[in-house]
T-cell receptor, first 114, second 113 residues
Framework: KAGVTQTPRYLIKTRGQQVTLSCSPI?????VSWYQQTPGQGLQFLFE???????NKGNFPGRFSGRQFSNSRSEMNVSTLELGDSALYLC?????????????FGPGTRLTVL | AQSVTQLDSQVPVFEEAPVELRCNYS??????LFWYVQYPNQGLQLLLK??????LVKGINGFEAEFNKSQTSFHLRKPSVHISDTAEYFC???????????FGTGTRLLVSP
C-alpha cells in the first residue's frame, strides 16, 4: 500500500505570494492532519480534517487554511506569505481520526519564503 | 492544555551501548503517549505508543518505553544502539478523544562507532 504522498516536495516563494500544498493520504484513510515544523517552534499542529470537515484547528492565523475533498485528499493554503512561514509542512493520515489511531506521516513539503 | 518536555536536545552514544531518551509531559486530562523518529529529509515514523494497559510498551527496531503516571514520564530506551539509529526522536501526547498531537522539541541521537 502506498504511503502518504505530498506534493510538491520543495517550493520557493516570495513574501506576499500565496501557496497551496497537497496531501494524498493512504488509501482508505479518512482523516488528514497538517503540522508545521520549524527549528524555532518545533512541530506544531495546524488542523485536522475528517470527511471533508475541519474538526480541530491549531493556533495559527487565518492566513492558513485547508480543505479536504471527497476522496480524502487534502490541500492547505497559505496566503500573504511571510518569511516566518518558511518551514517543513507535514501531512499525516489515519484511518478514522480516532485519538488511538496511528498517524502516518508523509515526507513533507519544504517551503522557503524569500 | 498539554505540554511535553524532552530534557536532552542531543544524546551522543557509542554503537552497541544502551540509551535512554527522556520525556516528561504535563496534562490536566487523560492523554495517550507516542514516540516518533525522524530520519534526515523524511517524515515522522511511529516507534511506539501507550494507550492503556501494561506500562511497558515495546515498539519497532528494538525500542521500548515505560509509562510512569506518578512521574508523568514516558522515557524511551534501547539496550544496544546501531549507527542506523542516528536520527531525531520526538515524544508526543494527544488528549483522549482528539487526534491532535502535541510534540516535544526533539532529541537528536548521535551514534558513533
Amino acid at each position: 500500500k502506498a504511503g502518504v504522498t505530498q506534493t510538491p516536495r520543495y517550493l520557493i516563494k516570495t513574501r506576499g505570494q500565496q501557496v497551496t500544498l497537497s496531501c494524498s493520504p493512504i488509501s482508505g484513510h479518512r482523516s488528514v492532519s497538517w503540522y508545521q515544523q520549524t527549528p524555532g517552534q518545533g512541530l506544531q499542529f495546524l488542523f485536522e480534517y475528517f470527511s471533508e470537515t475541519q474538526r480541530n484547528k491549531g493556533n495559527f492565523p487565518g492566513r492558513f487554511s485547508g480543505r479536504q475533498f471527497s476522496n480524502s485528499r487534502s490541500e492547505m493554503n497559505v496566503s500573504t506569505l511571510e518569511l516566518g512561514d518558511s518551514a517543513l509542512y507535514l501531512c499525516a493520515s489515519s484511518i478514522a481520526g480516532a485519538s488511538t489511531d496511528t498517524q502516518y506521516f508523509g515526507p513533507g513539503t519544504r517551503l522557503t519564503v524569500l | 492544555a498539554q505540554s511535553v518536555t524532552q530534557l536532552d536536545s542531543q544524546v551522543p552514544v557509542f554503537e552497541e551501548a544502551p540509551v535512554e531518551l527522556r520525556c516528561n509531559y504535563s496534562s490536566s486530562v487523560s492523554v495517550y503517549l507516542f514516540w516518533y523518529v525522524q530520519y534526515p529529509n523524511q517524515g515522522l515514523q511511529l516507534l511506539l505508543k501507550y494507550l492503556s494497559g501494561s506500562t511497558l510498551v515495546k515498539g519497532i527496531n528494538g525500542f521500548e518505553a515505560e509509562f510512569n503516571k506518578s512521574q508523568t514520564s514516558f522515557h524511551l530506551r534501547k539496550p544496544s544502539v546501531h549507527i542506523s539509529d542516528t536520527a531525531e526522536y520526538f515524544c508526543a501526547v494527544s488528549e483522549v478523544g482528539f487526534q491532535k498531537l502535541v510534540f516535544g522539541t526533539g532529541t537528536r541521537l548521535l551514534v558513533s562507532p
